[in-house]
């Protein structure tokens, strides 16, 4: 069973890569992960144990993009794009400069998943209203999502489980990653401005974009709504509390207040959810469980005794695995791992865990949720970049952030 468990996994990650005949890769996923229970690599338990794993994330997932569709709905990502236009006055590389600077703020406050939820729409409005090449502006609200993770536990689902995992103190926990997170954003923005240096104007048009007609109750309340359910994000996320909770009752609440005032229609909302992610995130969790039942219980690693070796272990694996099996299984994979460090260790295991899995999935639109999310809503948009393309701008960005920001967690734990 162990060879056919590796051979369902290679074929379940090749398929994802190429998507033969366009099949998308949640289909992959969910078709992995019946070919383990087909080989008896997972059983029913299994089942109960990965809908439990996976409820907090998939409805936090539901809520907001329940939530994100209902406000773009009502014009007001459209409202808060022509805010950031107007803050570049006129500047190409201002712009972009802001779109990162928006994102990595987002993302250390509110996590992020919410920074691909929400960033993306507004970050494509404003591309398509100001007639620019969105592709660049796309790729920075994915790749800043993931490599600007790194600074506070509430930052990333894996920052938590390695934070409430190994018992890592919250300040000692952001003074050691503030500097990593900023060298991990800076490094990513100057590779895109060079990457993307044919494709980002130097000047865009700055003239008012026509509005619609006064949007009324529905514009107010769709703001007040995202507004009110991003702080309840924060105090979810600042106190310990499951954070699906704030998504679905921000979704929620708007929903029915569009359903009562005729805004949008339940149709409308229920084909605005990605529910193929859904699909993705159960089977991969299950592919991860086969793999762990298959082959981890035959090995017995231990970690280096030194903090070098095992930081750049650390990281290395953890780069290397949420390229294999998406950074969230993969970091729950690595906890019992890190705890067997020693003293002189525990630490850089820790830390570098956390830069493998947060930066290094940016190889792969598999790697990270929060890239499986983006995906499905550029899709949505009518922007399809494939995995082939998007890998042409990874595999240059992700080895250079990832080294940047490993030598800078070093220096300071150091």
Same mark, same amino acid.
């Given at each position: 069973?162990?060879?056919?468990?590796?051979?369902?996994?290679?074929?379940?990650?090749?398929?994802?890569?190429?998507?033969?005949?366009?099949?998308?890769?949640?289909?992959?996923?969910?078709?992995?992960?019946?070919?383990?229970?087909?080989?008896?690599?997972?059983?029913?338990?299994?089942?109960?144990?990965?809908?439990?794993?996976?409820?907090?994330?998939?409805?936090?997932?539901?809520?907001?993009?329940?939530?994100?569709?209902?406000?773009?709905?009502?014009?007001?990502?459209?409202?808060?794009?022509?805010?950031?236009?107007?803050?570049?006055?006129?500047?190409?590389?201002?712009?972009?400069?802001?779109?990162?600077? +928006? /994102?990595?703020?987002?993302? %250390? =406050? *509110?996590?992020?998943?919410? @920074?691909?939820?929400? !960033?993306?729409?507004?970050?494509? #409005?404003?591309?398509?209203?100001?007639?620019?090449?969105?592709?660049?502006?796309?790729?920075?609200?994915?790749?800043?999502?993931?490599?600007?993770?790194?600074?506070?536990?509430?930052?990333?689902?894996?920052?938590?489980?390695?934070?409430?995992?190994?018992?890592?103190?919250?300040?000692?926990?952001?003074?050691?990653?503030?500097?990593?997170?900023?060298?991990?954003?800076?490094?990513?923005?100057?590779?895109?401005?060079?990457?993307?240096?044919?494709?980002?104007?130097?000047?865009?048009?700055?003239?008012?974009?026509?509005?619609?007609?006064?949007?009324?109750?529905?514009?107010?309340?769709?703001?007040?709504? +995202? /507004?009110?359910?991003?702080? %309840? =994000? *924060?105090?979810?996320?600042? @106190?310990?509390?499951? !954070?699906?909770?704030?998504?679905? #009752?921000?979704?929620?609440?708007?929903?029915?207040?569009?359903?009562?005032?005729?805004?949008?229609?339940?149709?409308?909302?229920?084909?605005?959810?990605?529910?193929?992610?859904?699909?993705?995130?159960?089977?991969?969790?299950?592919?991860?469980?086969?793999?762990?039942?298959?082959?981890?219980?035959?090995?017995?690693?231990?970690?280096?005794?030194?903090?070098?070796?095992?930081?750049?272990?650390?990281?290395?694996?953890?780069?290397?695995?949420?390229?294999?099996?998406?950074?969230?299984?993969?970091?729950?994979?690595?906890?019992?791992?890190?705890?067997?460090?020693?003293?002189?260790?525990?630490?850089?295991?820790?830390?570098?865990?956390?830069?493998?899995?947060?930066?290094?999935?940016?190889?792969?639109?598999?790697?990270?949720?929060?890239?499986?999310?983006?995906?499905?809503?550029?899709?949505?948009?009518?922007?399809?970049?494939?995995?082939?393309?998007?890998?042409?701008?990874?595999?240059?960005?992700?080895?250079?952030?990832?080294?940047?920001?490993?030598?800078?967690?070093?220096?300071?734990?150091?």
């Amino acid at each position: 069973m162990p060879w056919a468990v590796l051979i369902v996994v290679v074929l379940t990650l090749a398929a994802i890569v190429v998507r033969p005949k366009g099949i998308g890769e949640a289909w992959v996923a969910g078709a992995g992960a019946v070919a383990m229970l087909a080989l008896g690599a997972i059983d029913r338990d299994d089942l109960r144990q990965v809908a439990g794993e996976t409820a907090d994330i998939l409805f936090f997932l539901l809520g907001m993009m329940l939530l994100t569709w209902l406000v773009e709905q009502a014009g007001v990502f459209d409202r808060l794009a022509e805010g950031v236009a107007a803050l570049a006055r006129g500047s190409g590389l201002a712009l972009y400069g802001l779109v990162f600077l +928006l /994102a990595a703020v987002v993302t %250390a =406050l *509110l996590s992020l998943d919410v @920074t691909v939820l929400i !960033l993306t729409p507004i970050v494509y #409005a404003l591309a398509t209203r100001r007639r620019l090449d969105a592709l660049p502006f796309m790729f920075a609200c994915t790749f800043v999502a993931n490599t600007g993770s790194l600074l506070l536990p509430i930052s990333n689902l894996t920052n938590l489980l390695v934070y409430s995992g190994l018992g890592l103190g919250f300040g000692a926990f952001a003074a050691h990653m503030w500097l990593p997170n900023l060298v991990a954003v800076g490094t990513n923005l100057a590779l895109f401005l060079w990457l993307f240096r044919d494709r980002l104007p130097r000047r865009y048009d700055t003239s008012p974009v026509a509005e619609e007609a006064c949007r009324g109750w529905w514009f107010h309340a769709a703001a007040a709504t +995202l /507004a009110v359910t991003l702080v %309840a =994000l *924060l105090a979810s996320g600042l @106190t310990h509390r499951p !954070l699906a909770w704030a998504a679905l #009752a921000g979704g929620g609440v708007l929903l029915l207040a569009g359903l009562a005032g005729r805004a949008v229609t339940l149709p409308a909302a229920i084909r605005a959810i990605s529910w193929p992610l859904f699909v993705f995130v159960i089977g991969m969790f299950l592919v991860v469980r086969g793999v762990e039942h298959a082959w981890l219980g035959r090995l017995a690693l231990s970690p280096p005794g030194e903090p070098l070796p095992a930081l750049f272990l650390a990281v290395g694996a953890n780069a290397v695995g949420s390229n294999i099996v998406n950074n969230v299984p993969m970091t729950l994979l690595a906890l019992p791992f890190v705890a067997r460090g020693n003293a002189a260790t525990r630490e850089a295991l820790a830390y570098g865990t956390l830069v493998g899995a947060n930066v290094g999935p940016t190889l792969t639109t598999y790697g990270s949720l929060a890239t499986m999310l983006w995906l499905a809503l550029i899709r949505q948009r009518g922007l399809d970049i494939s995995s082939r393309e998007y890998l042409r701008v990874a595999l240059i960005t992700t080895p250079v952030v990832l080294i940047a920001t490993t030598l800078t967690l070093w220096m300071t734990l150091r």
